[in-house]
């Protein structure tokens, strides 16, 4: 009977898995498509306000009700949501600078920032083998952000200070999922989230701060904006996705064994080459492939080199 199960699990994990890379893939469209006309701290406030309306009345009723607001740790809930917040504004502004691809195969490496991190607060092992991957996916960086070259621009570092920030996130996580819920870390990163960008848009939503020069920058400090219709469908898109998609990337690790699920993230890949396509007539440059290749690679042979050592379980990777 158990031989049935695990597979059929499995299955199931897999398309939770790959229905949530599809909705975080639908944010970081939604980013860069409203990116040019409205403020950070708005988007994230009115995107925050849409994920509530969804949890609560979509995945709470499922998931305890009112106890999801209960918790043991409220400080390790404020410093993940902490981590989460400065991870998704280095991301986002990143997107608003860069194609969609090149920010999202960066992103990438954060599997490896979690190895590092798990040897340094964790202490746990990372063999030869693994820090050769992690020596590849940063080869990979390099491939894309071109260093000391005319092509090169500060806003390519923000995916990997986020990929480094989700990391350090992870190990939050991993401190407090026995004794929290996924339904609890889940509301308490959207509080978060509210918070934050009201905090921020009270100081800078008039634009005063503004200078126009650069597109990540601006994006950070422009003034808020009236929704046009386009903006607020966009917007409720961002809602919608990106809670379905942290329930849905929690399902998948729930249901199935991490290293059967965890590669089909890397769906995410493709999608984003997609988007760039047909949304921003983008395609990576030759030395993008390159690094795209490098970053991937290295991290599917992080994954297997897990599933080799029956390492433990790992937590889900990828964000909100």
Same mark, same amino acid.
Not at 157 to 177: D, E, F, N, Q, S
Not at 224 to 230: I, S
Not at 232 to 260: D, K, N
Not at 263 to 284: K, Q
């Given at each position: 009977m158990n031989t049935i199960a695990v597979p059929a699990n499995n299955m199931i994990g897999a398309l939770c898995a790959i229905a949530a890379i599809l909705c975080f893939s639908f944010?970081?469209?939604?980013? @860069?498509?409203?990116s040019d006309d409205y403020?950070?701290?708005?988007?994230?406030?009115?995107?925050?306000?849409?994920?509530?309306v969804v949890f609560l009345?979509?995945?709470?009723?499922?998931?305890?009700?009112?106890?999801?607001?209960?918790?043991?740790?409220? +400080? *390790?809930?404020l410093l993940r949501g902490s981590f989460i917040v400065c991870a998704n504004v280095c991301l986002f502004l990143g997107l608003a600078a860069m194609p969609i691809a090149d920010a999202v195969a960066i992103f990438f490496i954060s599997p490896l920032a979690? *190895?590092?991190m798990s040897v340094i607060f964790l202490k746990e092992t990372v063999g030869p083998r693994r820090w050769i991957a992690i020596l590849v996916g940063l080869i990979g960086v390099l491939m894309i952000v071109q260093p000391g070259t005319d092509a090169f621009q500060f806003a390519s570092l923000l995916p990997a200070i986020a990929a480094v920030l989700y990391g350090a996130m992870h190990m939050v996580t991993r401190k407090i999922r026995n004794t929290e819920s996924a339904a609890t870390m889940t509301i308490y990163v959207i509080f978060t989230f509210l918070?934050?960008?009201?905090?921020?848009?009270?100081?800078?939503?008039? +634009?005063?701060?503004?200078?126009?020069?650069?597109?990540?920058?601006s994006f950070l400090v422009r003034a808020w904006a009236p929704l046009d219709g386009?903006?607020? $469908?966009?917007?409720?898109?961002?809602?919608?996705?990106?809670?379905?998609?942290?329930?849905?990337?929690?399902?998948?690790?729930?249901?199935?064994?991490?290293a059967?699920?965890?590669?089909?993230?890397?769906? *995410?890949?493709?999608?984003?080459?997609? $988007?760039?396509?047909?949304?921003?007539?983008?395609?990576?440059?030759?030395?993008?492939?390159?690094?795209?290749a490098l970053i991937l690679g290295s991290g599917l042979y992080m994954l297997w080199r897990e599933h080799r050592? @029956? *390492?433990?379980?790992?937590?889900?990777?990828?964000?909100?």
């Amino acid at each position: 009977m158990n031989t049935i199960a695990v597979p059929a699990n499995n299955m199931i994990g897999a398309l939770c898995a790959i229905a949530a890379i599809l909705c975080f893939s639908f944010v970081d469209l939604g980013i @860069k498509l409203l990116s040019d006309d409205y403020a950070l701290h708005q988007v994230v406030l009115l995107r925050s306000l849409v994920s509530l309306v969804v949890f609560l009345g979509l995945i709470m009723p499922f998931s305890g009700g009112w106890r999801v607001f209960r918790t043991r740790r409220p +400080g *390790a809930h404020l410093l993940r949501g902490s981590f989460i917040v400065c991870a998704n504004v280095c991301l986002f502004l990143g997107l608003a600078a860069m194609p969609i691809a090149d920010a999202v195969a960066i992103f990438f490496i954060s599997p490896l920032a979690i *190895a590092v991190m798990s040897v340094i607060f964790l202490k746990e092992t990372v063999g030869p083998r693994r820090w050769i991957a992690i020596l590849v996916g940063l080869i990979g960086v390099l491939m894309i952000v071109q260093p000391g070259t005319d092509a090169f621009q500060f806003a390519s570092l923000l995916p990997a200070i986020a990929a480094v920030l989700y990391g350090a996130m992870h190990m939050v996580t991993r401190k407090i999922r026995n004794t929290e819920s996924a339904a609890t870390m889940t509301i308490y990163v959207i509080f978060t989230f509210l918070v934050s960008s009201a905090i921020i848009g009270f100081f800078l939503s008039d +634009g005063r701060y503004e200078p126009d020069v650069h597109p990540a920058l601006s994006f950070l400090v422009r003034a808020w904006a009236p929704l046009d219709g386009y903006a607020l $469908w966009v917007i409720v898109m961002l809602g919608v996705a990106g809670v379905g998609g942290s329930w849905l990337i929690t399902q998948a690790y729930r249901l199935s064994e991490a290293a059967f699920a965890a590669p089909f993230e890397y769906v *995410a890949m493709p999608i984003a080459i997609f $988007w760039g396509a047909v949304f921003f007539d983008t395609w990576p440059t030759l030395n993008a492939w390159i690094g795209i290749a490098l970053i991937l690679g290295s991290g599917l042979y992080m994954l297997w080199r897990e599933h080799r050592k @029956k *390492a433990v379980r790992p937590v889900p990777r990828y964000r909100r």
